[in-house]
């Protein structure tokens, strides 16, 4: 069953101390409640895929949006938000 308040974040770039922590901070600050977390490092760079829910959260869909792409321009990753269920549509093949 789909819900409506997952929401997919993807953060990549180059590897540094704290990314996790930062995201996170951010996320648990606004009330976002992180379900399942997968990160890798390749070569130096850093990928991690998240899956939220935003049920509880104290901010709009696109304010954390927003929020997550100004976090990861301060500390040098590309951070993007998704709700599921457009994840989902544009990944149907």
Excluded: P
Aim: proline residues 0%.
């Amino acid at each position: 069953m789909e819900n409506k308040n997952r929401t997919i974040i993807s953060v990549v770039g180059k590897d540094t101390v704290g990314i996790i922590a930062k995201v996170c901070t951010y996320l648990s600050d606004n009330g976002v409640n992180v379900l399942d977390i997968s990160q890798t490092i390749v070569s130096g760079f850093f990928t991690m895929m998240m899956i939220v829910d935003t049920e509880n959260a104290s901010k709009s869909f696109d304010e954390i949006q927003k929020g997550l792409a100004t976090l990861g321009e301060e500390i040098g990753v590309e951070i993007k938000a998704q709700k599921e269920e457009i994840f989902e549509m544009m990944h149907r093949i």
